[in-house]
């Protein structure tokens, strides 16, 4: 069975912690995906990566980075949490093309 | 840079009843489509997708969308509903040649017995 890994279900860090949010996916996709889900706003995309150690801008980039070394595994990383950063987030991956994302259970995260 | 948007945040309907989850987008260029279902406490699932071909497409679980290009929209239908089918349903678009997928805002579906 194809899966997608988030590291946590729930996460609660503090106000200008460096937080890294763990994916990782065993189906060999090219494509990796970091998304947030917020109530009314649905999901907005914060970064992808195409391949290794290639990444794109989403729509909501700010306060976010991200890392993906290997193929199987991107990493998200909030250099300083803010509570505005509280939120769902959700992992994806793709193969190239116009072809279904599998989606991991996300990660809760709670920044106080 | 393409849209979506889903009219409607909540939808309640009693079971057995239909239901239609409407979906538009925008965009300049050719595009897929999708129809993603979350239930309670998990991650998000294919339900349904549009690439090419017959503008209608259908799910095993009685789900079915049709994509009209002239009012640009992909919204989903089911003829009767069950309890089971209480979930998010999120509508997304992919543009050829990009690899990105961007998301509606969601309809929660409600279904009272």
């Known amino acids: 069975d194809v899966k997608v890994t988030q590291s946590s279900r729930y996460l609660v860090k503090r106000t200008g912690e460096k937080v890294f949010l763990e994916c990782v996916q065993d189906?060999?996709?090219?494509?990796m995906f970091w998304y947030r889900q917020d109530p009314g706003l649905g999901l907005r995309l914060i970064y992808f990566?195409?391949?290794?150690?290639?990444?794109e801008k989403g729509d909501i980039p700010e306060g976010y980075s991200v890392s993906r070394e290997k193929k199987e595994r991107f990493s998200l990383i909030l250099e300083s949490a803010s509570t505005n950063q509280t939120s769902m987030y959700l992992c994806?991956?793709?193969?190239?093309?116009?072809?279904?994302?599998?989606f991991g259970q996300g990660t809760r995260l709670t920044v106080v | 840079a393409q849209s979506v948007t889903q009219l409607d945040s909540q939808v309640p309907v009693f079971e057995e009843a239909p239901v239609e989850l409407r979906c538009n987008y925008s965009?300049?260029?050719?595009?897929?489509l999708f129809w993603y279902v979350q239930y309670p406490n998990q991650g998000l699932q294919l339900l349904l997708k549009?690439?090419?071909?017959?503008?209608l497409v259908e799910s095993i679980n009685g789900f079915e969308a049709e994509f009209n290009k002239s009012q640009t929209s992909f919204h989903l239908r089911k003829p009767s509903v069950h309890i089971s089918d209480t979930a998010e349903y999120f509508c997304?678009?992919?543009?050829?040649?990009?690899?990105?997928?961007?998301f509606g805002q969601g309809t929660r579906l409600t279904i009272n017995p």
């Open positions: 994806a991956s793709s193969l190239l093309g116009p072809n279904k994302a599998f």
């Open positions: 189906m060999d996709h090219e494509n």
């Open positions: 990566s195409y391949d290794v150690k290639m990444k």
């Open positions: 965009s300049s260029v050719s595009v897929y």
């Open positions: 549009y690439l090419s071909g017959s503008t």
């Open positions: 997304a678009v992919g543009l050829q040649g990009a690899q990105k997928l961007v």
